[in-house]
């Protein structure tokens, strides 16, 4: 039950986080004109991916800062956390 309890912690705090965040980041580029169009292209080609295909990028993009990227293209998944 306490699992339960976490996941439903984390899940409501990742929503709401995610939900303000994103409403500011709509009003800097309501207001701003020039972040609004260099935004744009960024957010239309982000908005047309599959969002299934963000899943890795964001995986090898943490695991390169992490000092887990392979030189070769691929992301040392395993080590990645262990680390």
């Given at each position: 039950m306490?699992?339960?309890?976490?996941?439903?912690?984390?899940?409501?705090?990742?929503?709401?986080?995610?939900?303000?965040l994103?409403v500011?980041?709509?009003?800097?580029?309501w207001?701003s004109k020039?972040?609004?169009?260099?935004?744009?292209?960024?957010?239309?080609?982000?908005?047309?991916?599959?969002k299934?295909?963000?899943?890795?990028?964001?995986?090898?993009?943490?695991?390169?800062?992490?000092?887990?990227?392979?030189?070769?293209?691929?992301c040392?998944?395993?080590?990645?956390?262990?680390?």
């Open positions: 306490e699992h339960l309890g976490v996941t439903c912690f984390e899940t409501m705090v990742g929503f709401v986080s995610g939900a303000i994103g500011l980041i709509a009003i800097i580029l207001w020039f972040l609004s169009k260099v935004a744009d292209p960024f957010l239309v080609i982000l908005n047309s991916l599959p299934i295909a963000l899943g890795p990028v964001i995986i090898i993009w943490v695991g390169a800062r992490n000092g887990s990227y392979n030189y070769n293209g691929t040392n998944f395993i080590n990645s956390y262990s680390t």
